[in-house]
């Protein structure tokens, strides 16, 4: 048995986590409404989805859908910012002395939660997932400090709950689990972290499915893998590993040097807003978290073009691998709270699509799907640094079958061994202990 298990099978601790689970289902199903209908009020367009939404849109309310988004929510920053600001989920879980779980409240956790879904919704480029992942790593922290559960086991269930909200979010119950353990948690609660984590995840996810009815976020034809598509996976292996280590350090730079001055916020957000709105009007899958940029990549396909210009298609999904790490990196640097997991799906797939739809125009028959769900799998981790998470993650997104996994498990490990030498090591060391045994 797991060393420290028999507190996590307490009556109490099961209870606190099946509610957990639960609370983490609704909250996923309550954001992914509440950024339906931010999508439908800033685009004035009931029905479709956020590409739907702007095709129909005229171009102004296109560029001030983002640019009214972003001086809103920095105005609400500004207010949580300035009043003692949000305790994170990864400190509250780090922090030893349980002070940052005690103080993270509901209220200030759900209002910064609304706010990035608003982001979003309005059109900005950053990921969705911090909302759930905060508001249910704060309802796991209040129900541990209502039950009276020790320090350990809370930043256990804390985490279990943060990667439940992503689960809910996406229908992805392994990924949230995955995501819990292998970036929340903190070194020593890992082992006993995961018999939590994964069935806390399971429940959010069914309770998700009241909204989802239990279909993958992306549908996607099962294929067999070519000689063209397994080139394509060894010429993909460079790129998805430069934009991965790319975006990574972008987005690191942007943060590091990000607006401090709190008056600032609306202003700096609604720019960022505004850059992103007139950039859309001629590459309008860089608008929103990402997810609408990689179900056109899932989804390309290479149009008949007689004339032998370049297609628009890949055009476009160039314009998301060149602008979405830019568009990302400016709304977080101008001070924006949001999430880097579908700003790296989208630009990792669209990678893909474009290095398969080239290769065709060339004679070589490559699989878009399978090239775009490797290099979104490849970006993700690297960005991360989470080979599992970005593993899982990504093929609970589509759930595409046996070849589908083996391209992306073959994809994303041989990118970690490129760029991450701390992983290269860890990986080394394990196979050399491995081989002594």
Partial sequence: MVPGVRA????????????A??????????????????????YGVAHGGLLERLAAAPPWRRVLAPTMGGL??????????ATGGVADVETAVADRSGREATR???????????TQVLTVGSGNSVGREGAPRLAAGAVAAGLAARLGIGRPESAILIASAAGAGLAAMYNAPLGGAAYAVEL?????????????????????TLVSWLHSHGRPAFEVASQGLSSGTVLGLVLLVPVAA?????ARRLWSWMLARRVRAVRWLPVAIGVAGLITGLVSLWVPAVVGNG????EVALGAHVPEDSSGAPSAVLVMLLGIVTLKPVLTGLTLGAGATGGRLAPSLAVGSSAGAALAIAL???????????????????VLATTQKAPVFGIVFTWELARAGAWTLTALIAVVLTVMLLTSPTWRQSAVSRLRSSGER
């Fill in 72 to 81: 809103v929510a920095g105005g609400v920053w500004w207010w949580l910012r």
């Fill in 360 to 378: 065709q125009a060339s004679g070589v028959e490559a699989s878009i799907s399978v090239l775009a769900m490797a290099g979104a799998g490849a």
């Fill in 104 to 114: 993270m409240g509901l209220v200030r956790p759900f209002l910064d939660a609304v």
């Fill in 21 to 42: 689970g639960v609370a983490a289902g609704l909250i996923g199903i309550a954001m992914a409404l509440l950024l339906e209908l931010f999508e439908a009020l800033f």
């Fill in 184 to 204: 929340v948690m903190v070194a020593g609660m890992r082992q006993r972290g995961a018999l939590v984590a994964v069935p806390v995840c399971v429940i959010a």
């Fill in 8 to 19: 996590l099978i307490r009556p109490r601790f099961l209870l606190a986590a099946a509610a």
């Fill in 291 to 294: 997810r609408d940029a990689m």
């Fill in 242 to 246: 430069a934009l991965g280590v790319g």
